[in-house]
């Protein structure tokens, strides 16, 4: 489930989640690499991502998965909230080991913003919050182009969407806004996500070589769509092994 990026619940959170890794982490040591029928790689992942269309469902589809799992779930909130607060920032990053350092920091070489002066400070620790999370596994990480970030054999990459106007009605039950308004909201946010995916990845969002699977939440329900992310994420980790 998600939580309060309050920062007792984001630390409540954050020892939950560095519990799990140091269980993975004997666990690995062992020999064994299994987490709720879903096997771990033993350096890196497994993971999900989520990029959704505002409406879509998309949030809804990354709790279910996460109720599934049992895997703890980071959306665009938390992970900020990780990124401003910096006792929690330093216990996600510190069990990055140095060779993922490295591989980060070479990234991070190449990741330029262009024409945005105050932004590149933000997506550099972003990404790196991103990155240590994933590396370690077991999570859900939502929105903030994560899909562009990570090495795609380690995880599995998700992006929802559903028809316009079915978007705009379910923002507007959601929100509690008017049918104009929400349309707005919709139409805002799809421009702003396109913005940020070109600008800070020079990608298109909507590629579909930057995704494992698309889903129509407009056209299956979110029982059939959980269990087709859990299948083949099984498969592609699996394949690892």
Not at 44 to 70: H, Y
Not at 118 to 142: H, K, N
Request: net charge neutral.
């Amino acid at each position: 489930m998600t939580v309060s990026t309050d920062p007792k619940h984001l630390d409540r959170l954050i020892d939950r989640h560095v519990a799990l890794w140091e269980v993975k982490r004997r666990v690995s040591q062992e020999g064994e690499s299994a987490t709720r029928g879903i096997l771990a790689h033993p350096s890196e992942g497994p993971w999900v991502t989520v990029s959704k269309q505002l409406g879509s469902g998309g949030t809804d589809l990354a709790k279910k998965i996460g109720e599934r799992l049992g895997w703890q779930i980071f959306d665009k909130q938390i992970l900020e909230a990780i990124c401003r607060e910096t006792d929690a920032k330093e216990k996600i990053l510190s069990h990055l080991d140095g060779r993922a350092v490295g591989v980060l920091e070479e990234y991070l070489r190449h990741l330029l913003v262009p024409g945005d002066i105050g932004q590149p400070a933000y997506v550099r620790e972003l990404v790196r919050v991103i990155w240590a999370i994933a590396r370690q596994g077991q999570a859900i990480l939502v929105g903030r182009g994560v899909n562009w970030i990570l090495e795609p054999k380690f995880g599995l990459r998700v992006r929802t969407i559903a028809p316009f106007e079915q978007r705009v009605e379910y923002v507007a039950r959601v929100e509690g806004l008017g049918v104009a308004e929400a349309r707005r909201r919709v139409h805002d946010d799809d421009a702003g996500q396109i913005k940020f995916i070109r600008q800070v990845f020079r990608r298109e969002v909507d590629d579909p070589l930057g995704y494992d699977l698309m889903l129509n939440l407009g056209g299956i329900d979110l029982a059939t769509a959980a269990e087709t992310v859990a299948t083949a994420l099984r498969a592609k980790v699996e394949s690892l092994t």
